[in-house]
């Protein structure tokens, strides 16, 4: 005989089992890093740190899914519409350099899916619109790293300074927030010089830089690459002060410029000198923490600021997802939508790198507590308190 009460009851019990399953489906998180070609130095230790991020937030289980973009915008791009398409990713993190990421913001944007910046430039989030409502990085603007370069320049007495950077989006960048910030400093740009991530040499660049007799020169480059001017310069003669980016805070800069990159000062997230920091920084616990994970895994001194900015990523995402979730299930256009807009909720979270507040103005949000100043001495970083 029909019972209608169970039937309700049986119908009211298979959709809550539906919901349920629904709620608890998986969020996929999809990776493009260049691990392979010019960046690899920095796609690697990013692709070591993706290995150790927890795999389940608030119940729900986090499937990670990487491509190798080989350090080309093309292939970013490909890999993200593929994450997508295949995929069916609900946020995306990448890529490893700013030129590969930058692409990237259009097809977030048109794709509606969220973009966490593993790349530095503050061109991936700034000026806030439509387009880059879709993106996010937990990296410092260059703004906030040159600033606090040109304090120490300041104080150390330089009253003039030459630029060489990278040809590219990520020397642009850089070139882009010193030159009005170094006027307001009293700071003379006196000589500007570019060259590729793939140049053997330097030499032309660096003889009309020694030409001009800066006081000073910053160094726009990352990676490896970074090591060409350093060393050049050194080969040179050069006694002023050298100034690099945080783009070359990993041991492989360290082995390939050698001796040449004593002295070298830059700013930094404080990550990188982790124990050197205050007692009472709110970094240094969580900074520590990373470094004692990433070590046990891969070896002593190997991580990076590279790595960490991973591991930042997902400290900020795992911060917003749970809000994400009380709006719509994953694999949705709803969830995508709502976990963008809880990243930019994003509120007092604590990385390696400094305290982060977002807003809809601000898709970064740290302070000067995340800029460190480091020297280069005896082949080891030194925090310059």
Do not use: C
């Not at 910046?117 to 790293?145: G, T």
């Not at 003379?188 to 793939?198: C, G, P």
């Not at 507590?369 to 310059?384: D, E, H, M, P, T």
């Amino acid at each position: 005989m029909f019972h209608p009460t169970r039937a309700l009851m049986a119908a009211v019990l298979a959709i809550s089992g539906l919901a349920a399953a629904s709620a608890h489906a998986d969020i996929n998180v999809g990776v493009t890093l260049s691990l392979t070609g010019p960046a690899a130095s920095l796609g690697i230790p990013a692709k070591s740190a993706i290995d150790l991020l927890p795999k389940d937030v608030a119940g729900q289980k986090l499937n990670f899914i990487v491509l190798d973009d080989a350090s080309d915008p093309s292939a970013s791009v490909r890999n993200f519409r593929r994450l997508v398409d295949e995929h069916k990713v609900d946020v995306v993190m990448g890529s490893s350099v700013t030129p590969s990421t930058i692409p990237l913001v259009d097809v977030a944007a048109e794709t509606r899916v969220p973009l966490m910046s593993l790349a530095a430039s503050a061109r991936i989030v700034e000026p806030q619109d439509d387009k880059r409502r879709w993106a996010f990085k937990a990296i410092q603007n260059e703004s906030l790293m040159v600033g606090a370069t040109l304090d120490h320049m300041r104080q150390a007495g330089a009253k003039t300074l030459a630029f060489m950077g990278f040809s590219d989006a990520y020397g642009d960048a850089w070139l882009s927030a010193l030159q009005p910030l170094a006027d307001k400093a009293g700071i003379r740009l006196v000589a500007t010089e570019r060259f590729v991530r793939t140049d053997t040499s330097v030499v032309a660049q660096t003889l009309k830089i020694m030409a001009a007799k800066p006081d000073a020169i910053l160094v726009a480059a990352s990676g490896t690459p970074g090591a060409l001017p350093q060393k050049t310069l050194a080969e040179r003669g050069y006694k002023g002060k050298v100034y690099q980016t945080y783009g070359i805070a990993n041991r492989d800069f360290l082995r390939v410029a050698g001796k040449d990159a004593e002295g070298a000062i830059f700013a930094v997230g404080p990550v990188l000198v982790a124990d050197q920091l205050e007692p009472d920084s709110p970094m240094r616990p969580v900074a520590q923490d990373f470094i004692k994970r990433y070590e046990a895994a891969y070896g002593q001194n190997s991580a990076s600021i590279f790595s960490s900015n991973v591991w930042d990523a997902g400290l900020v995402l795992r911060s917003a997802i749970p809000a994400a979730l009380g709006k719509a299930r994953p694999g949705s256009e709803a969830f995508r939508a709502a976990l963008r807009d809880a990243l930019e909720s994003t509120s007092g979270v604590v990385t390696t790198q400094g305290v982060t507040t977002m807003s809809r103005s601000d898709h970064v949000g740290y302070d000067k507590r995340a800029a460190a100043l480091v020297q280069i001495q005896s082949g080891a970083w030194k925090y310059l308190k």
